[in-house]
């Protein structure tokens, strides 16, 4: 499996009169921090040489602890020398449906109306699914006019014959649990209407995410990928820069909204192939 990815910039740090700028390429670890011993004055004394050299080597020596290996975590703003970055990985926005958990509405949701997928898209509402996405009818509305024809039908049971159908994508939770442990920054992204709380209450995703950006609530609210305004709301709502973030997505049209946004994205072919992407990004797994 391969993926459509794109390359994120690495930040940079400037340091008094001096600036210095590397951009990682894709595959490339990232660069280690480095340390600067403190510069201490000399004086005449044998005895203050001896002093001053073995301050700067207790500098070097904590400067180097700071950067130990370990946990990939930020260095104590206090433990920095002037120079120093530290690298991070990007917070992390994932989709949902059929990038985290299998959707089921192109196998299940026909097959609890006896049809095929296309006659399903042939009888029912040509609106009434992306108006309940974005919150703009509710789900009793939906119900009612969920077909075009108007016909009658168990609206609980649906609900109920969705919810049983929810499961993690093979490998997705392993991976996001890993995540999790390693400290990353990880938030829902997703066009889905409010039965994202089936979904919740079955997986409980929240115990490795936050369901931060949905179509039908919060910051997001009323907004759909691949529009450009969905993406802006992200990245105002984050306050971090565009190249700060990294978009993983199974639709190809999500991803070139996030690149067109300025937001590097991946296209979601798989646990495996997006954990090797994320290796190579700098996420620790």
């Known amino acids: 499996m391969r993926l ?57 020596e904590g400067s180097a602890a700071a950067f130990s290996t370990g946990p990939a975590r930020a260095p104590a703003a206090a433990a920095l020398q ?5 690298a991070q990985p990007p917070v992390l926005l994932l989709d949902i449906m059929d990038t985290v958990v299998y959707d089921p509405f192109f196998q299940d949701m026909p097959r609890f109306f006896d049809c095929t997928f296309k006659e399903l898209l042939a009888w029912k509402h040509p609106t009434a699914w992306v ?5 703009e009818i509710d789900e009793e509305e939906l119900l009612r006019i969920f077909f075009a024809d108007g016909r009658s039908f168990d609206g ?24 999790a442990a390693a400290g990353a920054e990880m938030h ?18 929240s115990q490795y995410l936050s369901w931060t950006f949905i179509s039908c609530q919060g910051p997001m609210r009323g907004l759909r990928k691949p529009s450009p305004e969905s993406f802006a709301a992200v990245v105002a709502h984050l306050g971090l820069p565009p190249d700060r973030l990294l978009f993983v997505d199974d639709r190809q049209a999500n991803v070139d909204g996030a690149l067109a946004a300025g937001i590097p994205a991946v296209r979601f072919e798989g646990a495996e192939a997006l954990e090797a992407e994320l290796r190579q990004r700098g996420f620790v797994l």
């Open 188 to 205: 829902a992204f997703s066009n889905y209407p409010a039965w994202w709380q089936l979904i919740e209450g079955k997986l409980a995703l």
């Open 131 to 135: 108006e309940f996405e974005k919150d």
């Open 156 to 179: 609980q049971a649906l609900k109920q014959h969705m919810a049983a159908c929810y499961r993690y994508l093979d490998g997705m939770e392993s991976l996001l649990q890993r995540l």
């Open 82 to 86: 002037p120079g120093a970055a530290a």
């Open 4 to 60: 459509a990815a794109a390359g994120a910039a690495a930040g940079v740090k400037a340091s008094g009169t001096q600036q210095q700028q590397q951009q990682q390429q894709l595959g490339q670890a990232p660069p280690a921090p480095s340390s600067h011993r403190e510069q201490h004055p000399t004086s005449a004394s044998g005895q203050q040489q001896q002093q001053a050299s073995a301050a700067a080597q207790a500098v070097a």
